[in-house]
């Protein structure tokens, strides 16, 4: 197994580390220009926000729009919204220069030759004062450095808010009415949910901050270092563990590092993500490309155990429940349709029905792909994965029976 606490997350656990400290470890960030795009082509990265997209691939329409803009925001989405998650909070709080290097990076490289400005965000939760701590302290630390402007702009603590769209909206906010309204009701091209234009057509650019982080070390240490490790968010014994791993460590080698009983199953990628048969999942590698391969996605990094005395369905019926409240209500699939999905899957949860199967079926069946953002797919996919993963549960459901409970008859 390869277990790896150096190459995103170096500072130790528990620790801060401060400019000079950063400095110290890294040395100074040399100016960037157009090679970064080609390097970060090379080693083939991809979004670490959950859609794991191509990043040279999403900065493709930036430097189209770039050439005719006047300025360029680069937005560090640092906003983890669901319980499960910690691994941007722990890069915050541990390596927020790392963090600030990928979005002055970025910024540079993207506006090279163009007359264009570029400024940075650091997109934070309300109530995470530790992260807000770490970053703006990093941002002072850099004062008088040749980089771009930053600032922190807050959002609620909703699951919602650290979608892309979200992000976009508020930011176009900002700049029409000088204020970052959470959830504003601004058109954004679901095509690409990561990059829009303000009123005066100036390109809004999102990347997590997980993939700001990996931008920073590629701008150190190119393509040929650049290691391809991936940082997850596990559920184990004790509360959430996060942990950065080599493309040799299986899903059996990390759970049982952790201390984790061997499960029957796996929610892969998070609430919004799939549950996965523990025999299928037990011997692949933690890596995006790996899983890929597989038709499976890690997501946002993060596993989520489901120990043998747990029911998926009930589990999974918590989760829709969880997820139709944390809507902004911002769209028929939101208000209608989570809510919809949440109580059948409730129902189901004790005692499955075949009419509350075949209205959950046809209500999945209605909301993928009609969002104002990805929310409510997300929800579906982590339902709909469920009814799979979980057929024999279903049928024992069907005589209020269950088979993580044998003996504990449902009614």
Not at 7 to 23: C, K, M, T, W
Not at 60 to 80: G, K, M, W, Y
Not at 274 to 298: F, K, M, N, Y
């Amino acid at each position: 197994m390869m277990l790896v606490d150096y190459f995103v997350l170096s500072a130790p656990a528990g620790q801060r580390e401060d400019y000079n400290a950063h400095i110290q470890r890294n040395g100074v960030l040399e100016r960037c220009d157009r090679s970064l795009i080609d390097a970060v082509a090379e080693v083939a990265l991809t979004g670490r926000g959950g859609a794991h997209f191509p990043v040279a691939r999403k900065w493709q329409p930036v430097l189209q729009a770039i050439s005719t803009a006047a300025r360029l925001t680069v937005v560090v989405n640092a906003a983890e919204g669901e319980p499960s998650s910690r691994k941007d909070a722990e890069i915050m709080r541990r390596n927020p220069h790392l963090v600030l290097d990928g979005a002055v990076a970025l910024s540079q490289s993207l506006v090279t030759g163009t007359y264009a400005a570029a400024d940075i965000v650091v997109w934070l939760h309300e109530g995470d004062d530790i992260s807000l701590s770490s970053i703006q302290r990093a941002i002072d630390e850099r004062a008088g450095l040749d980089e771009p402007p930053m600032r922190v702009l807050l959002t609620p603590a909703r699951y919602v808010s650290g979608e892309s769209t979200s992000v976009i909206r508020a930011v176009q906010s900002e700049r029409r009415t000088g204020k970052a309204t959470a959830f504003p009701r601004f058109t954004v091209d679901p095509g690409r949910p990561w990059l829009q234009d303000d009123a005066d057509g100036n390109p809004i650019l999102v990347h997590n901050c997980e993939t700001m982080a990996r931008i920073g070390q590629i701008a150190r240490v190119g393509a040929l270092a650049y290691r391809a490790t991936s940082l997850v968010t596990v559920t184990a014994p004790g509360g959430l563990r996060v942990l950065e791993v080599g493309p040799d460590t299986t899903f059996a080698t990390l759970l049982a590092s952790l201390g984790v009983v061997t499960p029957s199953a796996v929610l892969l990628g998070g609430y919004g993500g799939q549950w996965v048969e523990w025999l299928r999942i037990a011997d692949l590698a933690v890596d995006p490309d790996a899983l890929r391969t597989h038709g499976l996605s890690l997501g946002a990094g993060i596993i989520i155990p489901l120990a043998p005395e747990e029911c998926g369905l009930q589990k999974t019926a918590e989760i829709a429940a969880w997820m139709a409240g944390q809507s902004a209500k911002a769209c028929g699939p939101c208000t209608f349709g989570l809510p919809a999905v949440a109580e059948l899957m409730t129902k189901i949860s004790k005692k499955a029905k075949a009419r509350d199967l075949r209205e959950l079926h046809e209500v999945c069946g209605l909301i993928p792909g009609r969002g104002a953002c990805r929310h409510p797919d997300g929800t579906v996919r982590m339902v709909t994965s469920a009814l799979e993963v979980f057929a024999e549960d279903l049928d024992q459901h069907t005589h209020s029976r269950c088979l993580a409970h044998p003996r504990k008859h449902r009614r």
